[in-house]
């Protein structure tokens, strides 16, 4: 079989440390949008009602998350657990109702990902799932291209890891590119230490996903930073939230203070660069003639960025790191929580492309090689 002869669309999988995106190529959107991580019965009176022993995605509903202990198998951008990942694909094609011995299958990757990693997920898609042609796509270049642009800065902003990746033509600059591991769950992780200063206790693994809706449903950015005594005044306007169980919460200066961190990790012990200087970082380690043109082509990308308030809060502190003269855009299209899948489905459909799968026998002859060869 060559790639001029797959029967079916590609699958597109999406991976992220927070949500796994699946669905088929040239369609506008994902089929199925599921939490990536896995849960096994803590009691024995669960798993005694119940012969599974292994819960995915949305198999873990409110009821029975708090019996679960739930495990992260694919964390800032790197495979932990290969067989808890598996399980996570596995979910995928069957909620795709596909066996992925009938289907091409792109998967998007942060830029950083090692050669080992991908050499063990292609062994897996095409040794265990007997899978017909394979592509890696680099999230960013994939992104920018949904959004319409060849050339520009994709900043993504996810649960575990933020990148700021400069693409010029179609081709990411690896040099400039700039991650740092501070994204939206550094929000639910201070958020929930802000909450325990105020008296509510939340530690379980399974607890932390009530923090997280809180974060989605309440958390914003201010304009510009907020003074101590703002928040002192804050303190008294009281925000009621009703967790899973019905009883009440009350939030106030949290939800403003979270997000904080996203802006200033080094008030918060944290000896990172924000999410604003990894932006102007990565711009200003490009040729100088290619600056302007970056500046006015931000794209935002990623769960955290629909924060409200996130885009109105970049611009003002990325122009105080840049030259005065610099003029700045961003654009923040409003799917931008699955512009990277949106990319992938797009790239994968184009006639151009059909030459760059990866088949199981050009990896069966050149192994790692043909890894290196075709991408983007």
């Not at 896995?38 to 995915?56: C, D």
Request: proline residues 5%; neutral net charge; charged residues 25%.
């Amino acid at each position: 079989m060559d790639s001029n002869t797959f029967a079916n669309n590609p699958i597109i999988i999406d991976m992220g440390s927070s949500q796994i995106k699946a669905g088929f190529g040239g369609d506008d959107k994902p089929k199925v949008i599921f939490n990536s991580y896995i849960g096994r019965p803590k009691l024995k009176a669960l798993s005694a009602t119940n012969s599974q022993e292994i819960y995915v995605g949305n198999q873990i509903t409110d009821s029975i998350r708090g019996n679960m202990k739930i495990k992260y198998p694919y964390q800032k951008g790197v495979i932990k657990d290969m067989n808890d990942m598996d399980q996570l694909w596995k979910y995928a094609f069957s909620e795709l109702n596909s066996n992925p011995k009938d289907y091409p299958i792109l998967l998007t990757e942060p830029p950083f990902t090692s050669q080992i990693q991908k050499k063990e997920i292609a062994k897996q898609f095409f040794e265990n799932y007997n899978c017909p042609g394979l592509f890696f796509a680099v999230s960013g270049i994939v992104s920018l291209f949904a959004s319409g642009k060849t050339t520009g800065v994709i900043l993504d902003v996810g649960d575990t890891v933020s990148q700021s990746i400069p693409i010029y033509d179609g081709f990411y600059i690896q040099h400039s590119a700039q991650r740092v591991d501070l994204a939206g769950r550094d929000v639910t992780d201070n958020l929930n230490n802000l909450l325990r200063r105020s008296g509510y206790i939340f530690t379980k693994t399974a607890e932390l996903e009530i923090i997280k809706k809180i974060k989605e449903k309440r958390c914003f950015l201010s304009p510009t930073m907020i003074a101590e005594e703002k928040y002192q005044e804050e303190r008294k306007i009281k925000d009621q939230f009703t967790l899973p169980d019905n009883n009440m919460i009350e939030i106030s200066y949290e939800k403003q203070r979270a997000p904080e961190i996203l802006m200033s990790p080094e008030k918060y012990g944290l000896e990172l660069n924000s999410i604003p200087e990894i932006l102007a970082n990565s711009i200003q380690k490009v040729d100088l003639d290619l600056r302007k043109t970056l500046y006015n082509e931000i794209v935002l990308t990623g769960g955290t960025s629909l924060m409200q308030g996130f885009p109105e809060r970049l611009i003002g502190e990325v122009k105080r790191l840049i030259p005065k003269d610099a003029k700045v855009k961003i654009w923040a299209p409003p799917e931008r929580i699955t512009l990277c899948w949106q990319g992938g489905s797009i790239l994968s459909h184009l006639s151009s492309f059909k030459s760059m799968w990866i088949l199981k026998k050009e990896f069966d002859d050149e192994g790692e090689r043909i890894l290196i060869k075709k991408q983007l």
